[in-house]
């Protein structure tokens, strides 16, 4: 039954899309778009960190293999992501650059169309992504860093930036180093998801003490079923009914009503907030119970188009899918072009079963 009711949301979400797309031919349906997280929604600002390691870029073969020029630009894909989806559900021809690209003498006129600050290997704490990548754009010096540039901007910023959209997904590294590094045996989840919980908050509250009013939250998925998670398990009582490693599934679907319960304060606290959250769990068991999507077909779920999933990871030598459409993971832990479209549409026209409370086509056209 439940299946059954995500597929006709899904179907729903499809003609609502149509209608909505007949009235965003002409704009965007906000003024900007501004991104915030981690790997899923990076469109290169890792390229520019000297620092990092070159398995938290995506700036070589063959990510981007199936991207315009067959260009890797810096997204962990091997085309658009879910920033560029949801961006051109929205009107824009994909996500806004990087920040890390843009000369200093460009940040401000580039406010008023959007940038995208994330960074993969980021988290919700600080301390997310320095053991395995050395060097991330951390969520903090993201928000910092669109303050600073609202701040410097002049008449009409106040307006121009209530009416963009504020567009965040992250979460998911948190949960992968919480699980796969344990730091003691004496850990506490629900003080730890609390953590992320309060960072999430903070960091939105100063979003909107910027100006910020239409933010699109996202959940974090089960990461446990990526690739390179699943044989994490050590045996049969570590995975769960989709093979997945059961722990940070566990704290995913944990995360979803903290949110939910954390959004709906501050929506009250906060005059003229206004918020959409994606429950990326529901989808993700969508697919995984097999259901047939409209426009889709994923019938691999378990391993990679790139590579193994393994160490080795994807590269110009690893071994390549030809029906990419098939897969739901491009590599160990990314989404193919083809599930982050799917996602993106769901993103922006749910009618209430995986979106709550509306769907970003609605929080977009919303006016402060």
Not at 6 to 28: H, I, K, N, T, Y
Not at 150 to 169: C, E, H, P, W, Y
Not at 194 to 216: C, D, T
């Amino acid at each position: 039954m439940a299946n059954r009711r995500g597929a006709v949301a899904l179907v729903a979400a499809v003609c609502l899309l149509e209608l909505a797309r007949r009235g965003l031919a002409e704009e965007p349906a906000v003024p900007a778009m501004f991104v915030f997280g981690d790997s899923t929604v990076d469109v290169g600002n890792n390229n520019y960190l000297a620092n990092s390691k070159q398995n938290c870029k995506a700036n070589y073969p063959r990510y981007g293999v199936d991207y315009p020029f067959q260009s890797p630009t810096g997204r962990f894909s091997n085309g658009y992501n879910l920033a560029d989806q949801l961006a051109q559900k929205l009107g824009f021809d994909k996500s806004p650059p990087p920040y890390l690209s843009l000369p200093d003498v460009a940040i401000i006129p580039q406010m008023s169309k959007g940038i995208n600050f994330a960074s993969g290997g980021s988290g919700l704490l600080d301390s997310t992504g320095p053991a395995v990548c050395t060097q991330v754009f951390n969520l903090t010096a993201q928000v910092q860093s669109f303050t600073s540039a609202v701040q410097k901007m002049g008449n009409g910023t106040a307006d121009l930036i209530s009416r963009s959209l504020i567009f965040v997904n992250t979460g998911s590294n948190d949960l992968f180093e919480y699980t796969d590094f344990p730091s003691n045996t004496t850990r506490n989840d629900t003080e730890f998801l609390q953590s992320l919980v309060a960072s999430y908050k903070s960091q939105l509250k100063l979003l909107y003490g910027a100006g910020a009013r239409k933010f699109s939250v996202v959940s974090p998925s089960l990461v446990g079923c990526c690739p390179s998670q699943r044989g994490i398990g050590h045996d049969k009582n570590d995975l769960d009914r989709y093979g997945c490693f059961r722990a940070p599934n566990f704290l995913s679907r944990q995360m979803y009503p903290m949110l939910d319960s954390m959004l709906r304060g501050l929506a009250t606290d906060l005059p003229g907030m206004r918020y959409s959250l994606g429950d990326s769990v529901g989808m993700a068991e969508l697919v995984l119970n097999g259901t047939v999507l409209p426009g889709a077909n994923f019938t691999v779920l378990d391993r990679p188009c790139c590579g193994d999933g393994g160490a080795g990871g994807c590269n110009g030598t690893a071994t390549l899918c030809q029906d990419r459409g098939s897969y739901l993971f491009w590599d160990g832990f990314h989404p193919t072009d083809a599930a982050s479209s799917v996602f993106a549409r769901e993103l922006f026209a749910d009618p209430g079963v995986f979106v709550h409370p509306i769907n970003v086509h609605e929080l977009a056209e919303l006016r402060p």
